[in-house]
Protein backbone atom coordinates (compact mmCIF):
# COMPACT_ATOMS: atom_id res chain seq x y z
CA UNK A 1 0.00 0.00 0.00
CA UNK A 2 1.25 3.44 -1.06
CA UNK A 3 0.07 7.14 -0.57
CA UNK A 4 -1.03 8.63 -3.39
CA UNK A 5 -2.64 12.48 -3.93
CA UNK A 6 -5.45 12.93 -6.76
CA UNK A 7 -7.13 15.72 -8.27
CA UNK A 8 -10.12 15.30 -10.42
CA UNK A 9 -11.59 18.26 -12.59
CA UNK A 10 -14.86 18.20 -13.57
CA UNK A 11 -17.51 19.85 -16.14
CA UNK A 12 -19.09 23.24 -15.19
CA UNK A 13 -22.19 22.42 -17.03
CA UNK A 14 -23.09 19.73 -14.87
CA UNK A 15 -25.87 20.43 -12.32
CA UNK A 16 -24.92 19.67 -8.45
CA UNK A 17 -26.82 16.19 -8.00
CA UNK A 18 -24.68 14.82 -11.12
CA UNK A 19 -21.54 15.85 -9.50
CA UNK A 20 -22.40 14.37 -6.08
CA UNK A 21 -23.04 11.48 -7.69
CA UNK A 22 -20.21 10.96 -10.11
CA UNK A 23 -17.89 12.11 -6.98
CA UNK A 24 -19.11 9.02 -5.14
CA UNK A 25 -18.92 6.74 -8.58
CA UNK A 26 -14.97 7.49 -7.96
CA UNK A 27 -15.08 6.93 -4.09
CA UNK A 28 -17.17 3.36 -5.46
CA UNK A 29 -14.60 2.47 -7.87
CA UNK A 30 -11.10 2.89 -5.51
CA UNK A 31 -13.03 0.98 -1.86
CA UNK A 32 -13.68 -1.93 -5.11
CA UNK A 33 -9.85 -1.83 -5.51
CA UNK A 34 -9.40 -2.00 -1.76
CA UNK A 35 -8.04 1.19 -1.29
CA UNK A 36 -9.58 3.74 0.98
CA UNK A 37 -9.52 7.50 1.01
CA UNK A 38 -7.99 9.54 3.85
CA UNK A 39 -8.97 12.93 3.84
CA UNK A 40 -11.06 14.66 1.05
CA UNK A 41 -11.28 18.15 0.02
CA UNK A 42 -13.57 20.39 -2.13
CA UNK A 43 -11.76 23.23 -3.56
CA UNK A 44 -14.82 24.74 -5.60
CA UNK A 45 -15.61 26.14 -9.24
CA UNK A 46 -12.00 27.89 -10.21
CA UNK A 47 -10.80 29.44 -13.19
CA UNK A 48 -8.47 27.49 -15.77
CA UNK A 49 -5.83 29.42 -17.18
CA UNK A 50 -6.34 27.83 -20.10
CA UNK A 51 -9.00 26.41 -22.45
CA UNK A 52 -9.58 22.57 -21.79
CA UNK A 53 -12.27 20.70 -24.21
CA UNK A 54 -13.85 24.50 -24.02
CA UNK A 55 -14.29 24.70 -20.84
CA UNK A 56 -13.01 27.70 -19.28
CA UNK A 57 -13.77 26.92 -15.76
CA UNK A 58 -13.70 23.37 -13.40
CA UNK A 59 -14.66 22.01 -10.16
CA UNK A 60 -11.83 20.77 -8.05
CA UNK A 61 -11.57 17.91 -6.39
CA UNK A 62 -8.74 16.84 -4.28
CA UNK A 63 -8.08 13.48 -2.48
CA UNK A 64 -6.00 11.88 -0.77
CA UNK A 65 -5.33 8.12 -0.99
CA UNK A 66 -4.13 4.80 0.03
CA UNK A 67 -3.93 2.33 -2.31
CA UNK A 68 -1.95 -0.90 -4.16
CA UNK A 69 -0.07 1.39 -7.27
CA UNK A 70 -0.95 -1.44 -9.80
CA UNK A 71 -4.50 -0.84 -9.35
CA UNK A 72 -4.26 2.84 -10.14
CA UNK A 73 -4.09 2.64 -14.18
CA UNK A 74 -7.53 0.35 -14.45
CA UNK A 75 -9.11 3.61 -11.90
CA UNK A 76 -7.51 6.26 -14.73
CA UNK A 77 -8.70 3.91 -17.65
CA UNK A 78 -12.35 4.50 -16.73
CA UNK A 79 -12.15 8.00 -15.61
CA UNK A 80 -10.95 8.71 -19.17
CA UNK A 81 -14.52 7.15 -20.60
CA UNK A 82 -16.74 9.22 -18.58
CA UNK A 83 -17.21 13.10 -20.51
CA UNK A 84 -18.09 14.65 -16.91
CA UNK A 85 -13.88 14.51 -15.97
CA UNK A 86 -12.30 16.59 -18.15
CA UNK A 87 -9.19 15.65 -16.41
CA UNK A 88 -7.06 14.07 -13.39
CA UNK A 89 -3.88 13.31 -12.37
CA UNK A 90 -2.50 10.62 -10.11
CA UNK A 91 0.65 11.72 -7.72
CA UNK A 92 2.70 9.22 -5.04
CA UNK A 93 3.82 10.93 -2.06
CA UNK A 94 6.11 9.75 0.84
CA UNK A 95 3.98 11.37 3.59
CA UNK A 96 0.12 12.60 3.53
CA UNK A 97 0.56 16.60 4.04
CA UNK A 98 -1.80 18.33 6.55
CA UNK A 99 -4.68 19.89 5.44
CA UNK A 100 -6.01 22.77 4.56
CA UNK A 101 -3.74 22.74 1.70
CA UNK A 102 -1.90 26.45 0.97
CA UNK A 103 -4.06 26.72 -2.25
CA UNK A 104 -7.02 27.24 -0.51
CA UNK A 105 -6.20 29.67 2.05
CA UNK A 106 -4.54 31.76 -0.77
CA UNK A 107 -7.89 32.20 -2.39
CA UNK A 108 -9.39 33.41 1.03
CA UNK B 1 47.21 28.89 4.94
CA UNK B 2 47.24 32.34 6.22
CA UNK B 3 44.85 33.49 3.49
CA UNK B 4 42.17 30.91 4.43
CA UNK B 5 42.13 32.05 8.16
CA UNK B 6 41.82 35.55 7.66
CA UNK B 7 38.43 35.02 5.05
CA UNK B 8 37.29 32.78 8.06
CA UNK B 9 37.55 34.87 10.62
CA UNK B 10 35.71 37.68 8.80
CA UNK B 11 31.88 37.30 9.56
CA UNK B 12 28.91 38.01 6.42
CA UNK B 13 27.74 40.79 8.31
CA UNK B 14 31.04 43.11 8.35
CA UNK B 15 31.36 43.30 4.36
CA UNK B 16 27.65 43.57 3.48
CA UNK B 17 27.63 46.74 2.31
CA UNK B 18 31.01 46.93 0.42
CA UNK B 19 30.53 46.55 -3.39
CA UNK B 20 33.35 43.90 -4.04
CA UNK B 21 32.15 41.21 -1.26
CA UNK B 22 32.25 38.29 -2.36
CA UNK B 23 29.13 36.50 -0.83
CA UNK B 24 28.21 33.14 -1.09
CA UNK B 25 24.95 32.26 -3.08
CA UNK B 26 22.49 29.93 -1.67
CA UNK B 27 19.94 27.41 -2.56
CA UNK B 28 16.64 28.74 -1.47
CA UNK B 29 15.27 25.34 -0.81
CA UNK B 30 18.25 23.39 0.82
CA UNK B 31 17.80 25.81 3.74
CA UNK B 32 16.94 24.21 7.45
CA UNK B 33 13.17 26.27 7.33
CA UNK B 34 12.96 26.69 3.38
CA UNK B 35 9.15 25.70 2.22
CA UNK B 36 8.69 22.36 0.18
CA UNK B 37 7.97 22.38 -3.20
CA UNK B 38 4.48 21.32 -4.03
CA UNK B 39 2.52 22.34 -7.46
CA UNK B 40 -0.63 22.59 -5.78
CA UNK B 41 1.30 26.02 -3.71
CA UNK B 42 1.09 28.18 -6.96
CA UNK B 43 2.12 31.43 -5.35
CA UNK B 44 5.68 29.77 -4.75
CA UNK B 45 6.03 28.53 -8.17
CA UNK B 46 5.49 31.62 -9.70
CA UNK B 47 8.47 32.92 -8.32
CA UNK B 48 10.41 30.77 -10.45
CA UNK B 49 8.84 31.43 -14.53
CA UNK B 50 9.65 34.53 -16.42
CA UNK B 51 7.24 37.33 -17.27
CA UNK B 52 6.45 34.69 -20.65
CA UNK B 53 5.78 31.72 -18.07
CA UNK B 54 8.92 29.61 -19.03
CA UNK B 55 11.32 28.01 -16.02
CA UNK B 56 13.89 30.02 -15.30
CA UNK B 57 17.09 28.70 -15.06
CA UNK B 58 18.71 27.66 -12.06
CA UNK B 59 21.69 29.72 -12.58
CA UNK B 60 19.91 32.78 -12.07
CA UNK B 61 17.90 31.43 -9.36
CA UNK B 62 20.28 29.55 -7.20
CA UNK B 63 18.52 26.58 -6.57
CA UNK B 64 20.40 23.36 -6.23
CA UNK B 65 20.58 20.88 -9.23
CA UNK B 66 18.47 18.13 -7.21
CA UNK B 67 16.07 20.75 -6.19
CA UNK B 68 15.49 22.39 -9.87
CA UNK B 69 14.42 19.08 -10.75
CA UNK B 70 11.38 18.85 -8.14
CA UNK B 71 10.41 22.70 -9.07
CA UNK B 72 10.53 21.65 -12.56
CA UNK B 73 8.24 18.99 -12.32
CA UNK B 74 6.19 20.21 -9.49
CA UNK B 75 5.64 23.46 -12.52
CA UNK B 76 4.57 21.21 -15.14
CA UNK B 77 2.24 19.68 -12.80
CA UNK B 78 0.62 22.74 -11.75
CA UNK B 79 0.20 23.55 -16.11
CA UNK B 80 -1.21 20.63 -16.46
CA UNK B 81 -4.06 20.69 -14.20
CA UNK B 82 -4.36 24.23 -14.98
CA UNK B 83 -3.38 25.94 -12.00
CA UNK B 84 -0.64 27.86 -14.05
CA UNK B 85 -0.38 29.27 -17.74
CA UNK B 86 1.56 27.78 -20.20
CA UNK B 87 2.19 31.42 -21.65
CA UNK B 88 1.78 33.99 -20.48
CA UNK B 89 0.88 36.79 -24.05
CA UNK B 90 -1.14 39.43 -22.21
CA UNK B 91 1.35 42.26 -22.59
CA UNK B 92 1.46 41.54 -26.28
Not at chain 1, 29 to 44: A, F, L, P, Y
Not at chain 2, 45 to 65: A, D, H, M, Q
Request: aromatic share 10%.
Amino acid sequence: MNNFEAVVLLSPEISSNVRSSCLDFLVKIINEKSGKIINNEDWGLRDISYKIDRYSKAFYNFYQIEIEGDKIESIKKTLNQDENFIRHLFVRVEKHQELPTKLNNEKK
Amino acid sequence: MKKNKKFKSRSRDDNKNSPFEDRKKFCPFSQKNSPIIDYKDVKLLNRYISEKGKITPSRITNVSRSKQLELSKAIKRARFLGLMSFTNKHFY
